[in-house]
């Protein structure tokens, strides 16, 4: 357990002052009860999921408001639903999950028992982005609270209206011993507490940031980083099913989301077919840009450097395809039309940077060993998108690529699935949550050893002698 005390001499701030002494409350009470029981745990999760489900349409209202615009609809599923079929999965599976679990013991150690018990680490701090506000503050802190701990949560500062609601929620349902929301506390000073544990989500760049200040306290950490997910598309699949399923990703949450499609590898021979299949598919679902059913992007700071991506791309060759009819933008909505960018470049911006929206640069390949290589040189992605029915190709993507995660023939509903380790590798992040993976992220596998009342090993105590040589050669077996 981390035990180093927090210390700021120059500490001014309000927010900052709360957050400490949060942290000394759940300090205090995971000392006076390191173990929560099975029940206890229980009960904290039936609260969360209680508290999600009677503030339905606050949450949409909320998160509606920091967006902009985000349709309430897209919210239930993405965010609202997810969540709670994550606490109803973790709330069902847990009695097994915190069972002690027998291990087999040496043959040398004849009555001797092995037992691994998994324990809470003790404060998790969750420093959770905008893109998916709500999920992505529920899904790590369901696994914690499986896992027995105590939590603190940082929201980021474009969600300012769902914090403060969840702010209150949160009061309301929870003592702050147990759960508690941090508004207004820095990056920085958050990521420089002492946790026992501290998961962020967020650009790679940031999560350096974090790493280094949690090195300080040697805080083992869980990142979710993001990064340029490829998609492949190979000749045998359909294209207008690829279309479809790759756009639905692409434009969901208007491609705010880590593990959206970044580009997409199409055969040279079926470019075509796949622009006109995704012109229908787009403008079929979203009949203009002023559709509520569409969101908008999340600040002026993001739709600037949005449209900067066109301009760097046609400036250097490449043609930029608007998938809705009329204007590819609108500055007073802040919104941006769903784009395919052909003749795309390494030289373009668009191909350097996570894009983060609704912008899809389309590589055109001749061999699966080319495509192979271009993922390879690069950082490992968060997600790995394949679309084929050749099993043979199937295998050879997955022997031959990393990624934090793969999905056939569909994109992004990987991360719904519950039974699944969802997380990165390499430059997409490390350490996985969700399910049993997220039981075990944030607990202690505690190793016991019980030794029998008669062992043998005091043989093998010195002095040394003959009786020693003769068993230590036959426990070698030479």
């Known amino acids: 357990m981390n035990t180093a005390v927090i210390t700021s001499p120059t500490l001014s701030h309000e927010a900052e002052a709360v957050a400490v002494r949060i942290f000394a409350s759940q300090r205090a009470a995971h000392r006076k009860s390191p173990v929560p029981s099975l029940e206890s745990r229980r009960r904290n999760l039936k609260t969360l999921e209680r508290l999600l489900l009677d503030n339905q349409d606050d949450i949409c209202r909320a998160i509606c408001q920091d967006f ?4 309430h609809q897209e ?3 993405l965010e609202l ?5 994550g606490i109803r999965d973790c709330h069902k599976r847990l009695a097994k ?12 150690f004849l009555g001797a028992r092995n037992t691994v018990i998994p324990q809470p680490k003790g404060i998790v701090g969750v420093v959770a982005p905008w893109n998916y506000p709500l999920f992505l503050v529920m899904g790590p802190v369901t696994s914690a609270l499986a896992a ?3 939590c603190m949560v940082k929201m980021a500062a474009n969600s300012r209206n769902l914090c403060v609601l969840l702010q209150r929620l949160v009061a309301q349902h929870f003592d702050e011993e147990t759960l508690a929301i941090v508004p207004g506390v820095s990056g920085s000073f958050f990521s420089n507490m002492p946790f026992d544990h501290l998961i962020f989500t967020g650009s790679a760049d940031t999560g350096r940031q974090v790493m280094r200040a949690a090195s300080d306290n040697l805080t083992p950490v869980t990142l979710e980083l993001g990064g340029k997910s490829p998609v492949i598309v190979a000749g045998d699949f359909d294209l207008k099913i690829a279309a479809e399923r790759i756009l639905q990703m692409k434009t969901v949450n208007a491609g705010q989301t ?3 499609p970044d580009y997409v590898f199409v055969r040279e021979d079926q470019v075509a077919t796949f622009v006109q299949h995704c012109r229908a598919t787009a403008s079929q679902r979203y009949p203009s840009l002023q559709t509520t059913d569409y969101t908008s992007i999340i600040d002026q700071h ?3 450097r949005l449209m900067g991506y066109f301009d760097d791309a046609t400036g250097k060759g490449a043609r930029v395809i608007n998938l809705l009819p009329g204007n590819i933008s609108s500055e007073t909505a802040c919104k941006i039309a769903p784009a395919l960018v052909v003749g795309v470049d390494d030289n373009m911006r668009v191909m350097q940077e996570e894009i983060f929206g609704p912008i899809l640069p389309i590589k055109t390949y001749r061999t699966l060993d080319e495509v192979i290589d271009y993922i390879n040189d690069r950082d490992q992605p968060l997600a790995l998108y394949l679309f084929t029915n050749n099993r043979q190709v199937q295998e050879q993507v997955v022997s031959f690529t990393q990624s934090g995660g793969v999905a056939i023939n569909d994109c992004g509903l990987h991360v719904a699935q519950h039974d699944l380790p969802f997380g990165g590798i390499g430059a997409s992040g490390m350490g996985h949550y969700h399910g049993y993976e997220g039981f075990v992220e944030f607990s202690k596998l505690r190793p016991i050893f019980k030794q029998f009342f008669r062992p043998a090993f005091p043989l093998l105590y010195p002095p040394y002698g003959a009786l020693f040589d003769r068993l230590i050669k036959l426990m070698l077996g030479r």
């Open 68 to 71: 902009g615009n985000r349709a």
């Open 75 to 77: 919210t239930k599923l």
């Open 81 to 85: 639903f997810l969540s709670v079929d």
């Open 97 to 108: 999950w915190i069972k002690p679990q027998s291990r087999k013991g040496s043959i040398w």
């Open 148 to 150: 027995g701990n105590r």
């Open 258 to 260: 880590c593990v959206a």
């Open 302 to 304: 993001a739709y600037d």
